[in-house]
């Protein structure tokens, strides 16, 4: 069964030499669970662009997958005390980008699903930013749970 959801994303990056980027997002999709891994697909559009970013997140306990594609491209993984490398692919030219996560937290209950994940973040081999990401998943019809048959 899959579901109309409501998806917050915020996210804070920060290193010694600069104060904390923080992004919000606000966004519709459609969640369904199948083998034990959750699945959000949702579209963004980024700050002052038009075009849409279609994504693709998977995710269990364990770990979280997300894949982009439009404006942006990418396949990310986050697998806890493992760093894995992608390119991240924007207009204006491909970044190799490494993450390793610390910790990743999924709780799942009849409201909502709560993703923690902090990670450190490089870009071409250099260390750029220590990163948190929290979602937060629930259905569109607040009288709905995420109780899936």
């Given amino acids: 069964m899959k579901k109309d959801v409501l998806i917050t994303i915020s ?5 010694e ?6 992004i919000e997002i606000i966004t519709s999709g459609c969640y369904y669970k199948k083998n034990n891994k959750h699945y959000l697909l949702y579209d963004e559009i980024g700050e002052g662009q038009d075009e849409v970013t279609k994504n693709v997140a998977r995710f269990d306990t364990d770990e979280f997958h997300i894949s982009k594609s439009g404006y942006t491209n990418v396949n990310m993984s986050f697998e806890q005390n493992k760093r894995n490398i992608t390119n991240y692919i924007t207009p204006y030219g ?5 993450v390793d996560a610390s910790r990743i ?5 009849e409201e909502n699903i709560q993703v923690d994940i902090a990670y450190s973040l490089d870009v071409n081999y250099e260390h750029l930013a220590d990163c948190r990401l929290h979602m937060d998943i629930q259905p569109k019809d607040s009288g709905e749970s995420f109780t899936l048959s």
């Fill in 17 to 22: 030499f600069r104060d904390a980027d923080k």
């Fill in 11 to 15: 996210g804070i990056q920060s290193d």
């Fill in 105 to 109: 937290d999924v709780v799942e209950n």
């Fill in 94 to 98: 491909s970044m190799l980008v490494g």
